[in-house]
């Protein structure tokens, strides 16, 4: 498992689309000033916006591995930190289960953990709670002091990322367990769990924000106005998503309380409060998958092979104990079949290896070497990674929901999406010179802010690639960039396009935008490139939607892809 997932984290991260570069850029700023900024900071429109930095060590971490190693460096540390949060509870597997347990669960486990593989602080809650699990299932006959070192532990996990509130948590539900044991009178035992609770608790305070800082993870979402995909519900996002990452989730949360059932004279009372905890947490908030693994992981896998060394008490008069052996080695071999698919699918997504993938990076790049200027009205999609391109130059908001008032997503932003006269307000409030956004976001459908901005008369579009867009304000600042750069339907050539990638973020893009000459012209290429389409509708078959899209025929969508 190790080894696997130390392959798996060496995906190439993307840079434009997830925290990566807002988190270096925030750790530059902390390097330099020597204080963890407790405002937004990044935005000129929110720039005095409180903000709550629960990852700041994180940071400051992982831009000293950059600055003195680059990002190969960085993939190397978080591939070997990710590896070593699995190791721990496998490990202490090793000395109590069979192999053929601990190999079946691993790979339910890893399916399920694959899609968290990039570089982002949550590597260390990984690390984390791999230690406050497997130590406090070490302990839990016979709770000893050694577990007071989960205190300081806690000091560091409350400064690293936010999930440092799981670690109370993890301590009072054994505390908890032993509490039931004891008829809930406290022994030594319970002594002892007690005061490292306390211990944990009062370690939450240890952070540059104090209070406010300790109960950050229980008011987030007070002022979080923007629906983030990964902190939507999984019943949610399997009626919008074909993701084999949730559907595994869903098969072993099954599974796990399959086998706890089945053990149930077995089991012990943490292994079902652990259970129940965290598969709500899971089925509650998508990115809680990765409690749920690290946190019941132990507990599956304890059941699992008493399962299999007791096959009575699963199979009773159904089968003989051959069969199950059987049984066994078929789901293993469907595991790794599954596995290879999931994994070869963030291949073709993110590639592998060293570096990143730096989709915003071309449009960067433009706007950096022409000295194009501000204020600039940019996305949430590309508002972190541009920041760390450009800061100090600010712009209209980064990718950080919580560092901007509430109020802003749901009476602007959003609206602003379907509604561009909301744009035109904030048009006339802050003088946009530049307009930058990214225009990839695997959808199709009609988008009436892109729509109303590459047609508006006070604008000229200037660079376009397969994820971005540069829109600059037709006045005498611009004029060498308009005269040296215009881009019209005629100029925007894609025949000269030989990647199948490109060419459908180009073809969803017109489609957006409801230029349908440039989007036969994109499936054109495409079809030359691919004459059935197969890349096309895997994209496609990622979401849930069904309909047929206006750049698909009928005859298109039925051909079979291998």
């Not at 809930?184 to 305070?205: H, P, W």
């Not at 908001?397 to 932003?413: L, V």
């Not at 499936?523 to 849930?544: E, F, V």
Request: charged share 15%; with cysteine.
């Amino acid at each position: 498992m190790l080894g696997i997932l130390f392959l798996v984290s060496f995906f190439r991260p993307i840079l434009n689309n997830l925290d990566l570069g807002r988190h270096l850029l925030l750790g530059q700023i902390i390097l330099e000033t020597h204080s963890v900024p407790k405002i937004n900071l990044l935005s000129y429109a929110y720039k005095t916006a409180p903000f709550v930095n629960s990852h700041w060590l994180s940071e400051v971490l992982f831009s000293l591995l950059v600055r003195y190693g680059g990002f190969n460096l960085l993939q190397i540390f978080c591939a070997v930190a990710a590896g070593i949060a699995c190791l721990i509870p496998v490990l202490f597997s090793a000395k109590r289960y069979s192999p053929i347990s601990i190999m079946v669960s691993s790979l339910f486990y890893l399916i399920i953990l694959i899609h968290r593989s990039d570089l982002r602080p949550e590597i260390f809650s990984m690390v984390f709670l791999a230690i406050f699990v497997t130590l406090l299932y070490t302990t839990r006959k016979n709770p000893s002091k050694i577990i007071l070192v989960l205190i300081p532990l806690e000091m560091l996990w409350v400064n690293m990322h936010i999930y440092f509130i799981i670690g109370p948590l993890i301590v009072f539900l054994f505390l908890l367990e032993r509490l039931i044991q004891d008829r809930f009178r406290f022994s030594q035992s319970g002594k002892i769990y007690g005061a490292t609770l306390v211990g944990t608790i009062l370690a939450t305070l240890a952070n540059p924000n104090g209070l406010q800082g300790a109960i950050f993870p229980l008011t987030v979402f007070h002022s979080y106005g923007f629906p983030i995909v990964e902190n939507q519900s999984i019943l949610k996002l399997l009626t919008i998503f074909n993701d084999l990452s949730i559907i595994f989730f869903v098969i072993t949360v099954f599974l796990l309380f399959l086998v706890l059932r089945g053990t149930r004279k077995n089991t012990r009372p943490i292994d079902w409060l652990l259970a129940i905890t965290f598969s709500i947490a899971g089925f509650l908030v998508y990115r809680n998958i990765l409690l749920f693994v690290f946190t019941t992981y132990l507990p599956f896998v304890s059941s699992l092979d008493y399962l299999i060394k007791h096959p009575r008490q699963l199979i009773k008069k159904f089968f003989l104990k051959s069969h199950l052996n059987i049984l066994v080695n078929y789901i293993l071999v469907i595991e790794m079949l599954m596995l290879f698919v999931v994994a070869s699918q963030s291949v073709l997504v993110k590639s592998f290896g060293f570096g990143g993938e730096d989709w915003g990076k071309r449009a960067a790049d433009f706007f950096i070497q022409n000295k194009v200027s501000g204020p600039i009205f940019n996305t949430l999609d590309m508002g972190g990674y541009l920041a760390y391109r450009i800061y100090p130059l600010l712009v209209y908001m980064d990718n950080r929901p919580e560092a901007y008032p509430k109020a802003f997503f749901q009476n602007i932003y959003l609206p602003m999406q379907t509604n561009p006269a909301i744009f035109e307000q904030e048009q006339k409030k802050y003088k946009f010179n530049t307009i930058i956004l990214s225009h990839w976001d695997q959808t199709y459908w009609p988008n009436p802010l892109l729509k109303h901005l590459l047609q508006h008369p006070n604008y000229s579009l200037i660079y376009l690639d397969s994820y971005a867009f540069i829109l600059v304000r037709k006045n005498n600042q611009n004029s060498h960039l308009i005269k040296k750069y215009t881009l019209t339907p005629k100029n925007i050539r894609l025949d000269t396009i030989k990647n199948q990638g490109e060419l459908i973020r180009y073809l969803f893009f017109f489609e957006k935008v409801g230029r349908k000459d440039k989007t036969q012209e994109a499936l054109k290429q495409i079809l030359a490139l691919d004459p059935q389409l197969c890349t096309l509708k895997r994209y496609l078959g990622s979401l849930r939607e069904t309909r047929t899209v206006s750049f698909l025929s009928t005859a298109q969508l039925s051909h079979t892809c291998l």
